[in-house]
């Protein structure tokens, strides 16, 4: 549901304008408010009096407006929403963004909001499928937009392909997700928030590592890093300085926190020394256990005669490193990802590695944890085990990230 929860709806001159009309409609009925702004283009295609209507509130059209302006300034209309989204989301629109271009209303509220921005693109497949558009896509992806579709479909234009709107009950799903998380965006740099974790150095690593076999093979393993950047953003939120050390991962850099990108285990744990000293070390990373001891520098072609020999080394244990180094931060956190007698493997590990608390969890196929969006946590501490039940990766890093303030807390 909806209820309360505010949206500012961008849209953008594309002929799936009308489909923002119903996407209005669908929003109020799941009790969120819907304030419209359209662009210029926008306006041949739907009147305003159609999106007024349909959201009972006015509609924003004009940047050099004196009443609109004088009523609600553009800085205040882009920060009164809980998230911003662009339906349907031109090429334009997305160059404009991509490149942080304002030159008209809509496009000053999407560089000067401080809430995530959720696109649904739409255009013909060839401006879809054009470098520029993929370069334009693939840029807003590393500053965090979210995006739903687009679709692949037939076209008011009579050609078939990837290009189509998403229908507005799947956009109406992707924001109902993506509020599910935080939408307020940090301002990367100077200006901190203050909470529970402000003036603390907190330092993360997440996703897996890559072991090299020779140039172009490696064993790896299925961690997505989802939950670890997830505490990250969490950690960020919670005002502290946060450093991720990130493995190969496939999701974005969480914004307004420094990641250092990695690929081997030893190449993690001399990001991690580097890193320290630490206020908390959280190791949430999926780290190999072994490397290849006889890795190649040149590609191993396949013979015909004979297989080759792969040996194994074990990889340096980070967290055991950092759990007993003289410099250990005050609290020190391990992750054990287990198929099998998950809290037992997750006790044992606790005395042997040093560390003040294990978060384990279950990654069985069967789990769906590796990759997932959700998990289930186990809390095992000297004190005891405390169970949480299943809930979405970004709420197992807040409230890791809450109860990690409280054990700093205690022990300072
Ligand atoms: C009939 C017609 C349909 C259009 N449909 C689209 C569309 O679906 N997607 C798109 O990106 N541009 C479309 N355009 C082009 C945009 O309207 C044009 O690029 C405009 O500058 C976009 O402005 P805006 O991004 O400020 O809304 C269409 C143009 C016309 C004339």
Redesign the pocket.
Known sequence: MLTGKRILLVI?????AYKALDLIRRLRERGASVRGVM????A??VTPLSVASLSGQGVHQELFSLTDEAEMGHIELSRDADLVVVA?A????LA?MANGIAD?L?STLLLATDKKALVAP???LR?WLHPATQRNVARLREDGVLFAGPNDGSM?CGEYGPGRMSEPLEIVAAIETALQSETQIPLAGAARSRGPLSGRRVVITSGPTHEPIDPVRYIANRSSGRQGHSIADAARDAGADVVLISGPVAIPDPAGLAVVHVETAQQMLAAVEAAMPADIFISAAAVADWRIANAQTEKIKKTGSSLPTLTMAENPDILARIGKSSARPRLVIGFAAETEKVVAHAQEKLGRKGCDLIVANDVSPASGVMGGDENTVHLVTPAGVESWPKMSKAEVGRKLVERFGKMLEARL
């Open positions: 953008g001159g594309g002929i799936a662009t210029g283009a926008a041949h295609f349907p031109t090429a334009n629109l404009k008209d809509a739409a255009m013909n401006m008011a």
